[in-house]
Each structure stands twice: as structure tokens, then as C-alpha cells.
């Protein structure tokens, strides 16, 4: 290995430990997946960039790849965290008070 190699294996892995150390690992866990897969979609693009940079084919289809599944998971990610918000909002939505009962009923 040379040591631009080296020097890049060592960003990588600092960027990677960076993520998994930060405050936000502490956040609720759907929060929490949601950003992992934003920032290792951060780290594909890197790698593919990289390899572009470098003429090295195999870390640039790897890194695009990576890339491309995790922003998609991300998406995912946020578009069912969003939908959790919305379904729990309907559902207390749903809920109506009762005069005679003086209690809360669902009504569906």
C-alpha cells in the first residue's frame, strides 16, 4: 500500500467512526437508522470520487452503488417517519369525547 492509499483508508474510517460516536446516536432509533444511511451515503459518494479521482474503476462502481442504495434506504427512512407522524395524528384524530360517558371513544 502506498501511502496515499493508506491516508484515504484512514479518512474513511475516521469519517465512519465520527458518525457512529456523534450525539445523534442517542436519538430515537428510526432518527437514528435515518441518518446512518444519509451519511454512508455520504461515504459511497466519497469512495466513488475518489476512484474517479484515481482511475480505479472498481471503487468507483462500488462507491456509486453504495451510494445510490443508501440515499434510497434514506428516502425510505424519511418517507416512513413522516407516515408514522401522520398515522398517529389520524388516530388521535379519531378519537372523539362522549358527553354522557365523560369519556374518550373511538369512533373508526
Not at 501511502?3 to 467512526?17: D, N
Not at 441518518?35 to 475518489?50: K, P
Request: aromatic share 10%; no cysteine.
Amino acid at each position: 500500500m502506498n501511502l496515499a492509499t493508506k491516508i484515504t483508508t484512514l479518512a474513511v474510517l475516521a469519517s465512519v467512526a465520527t458518525a457512529s460516536l456523534s450525539p445523534m446516536a442517542f436519538a430515537d432509533s428510526r432518527q437514528k437508522n435515518k441518518n446512518d444511511w444519509r451519511n454512508l451515503a455520504g461515504i459511497g459518494a466519497a469512495v466513488a470520487g475518489y476512484g474517479l479521482l484515481k482511475g480505479n474503476k472498481t471503487a468507483t462502481i462500488l462507491g456509486a452503488a453504495g451510494a445510490a442504495y443508501s440515499a434510497n434506504r434514506y428516502e425510505k427512512d424519511r418517507h416512513s417517519q413522516s407516515e408514522a407522524k401522520a398515522n398517529r395524528a389520524r388516530y388521535y384524530a379519531r378519537q372523539r369525547y362522549h358527553r354522557r360517558t365523560g369519556r374518550y371513544l373511538k369512533h373508526y
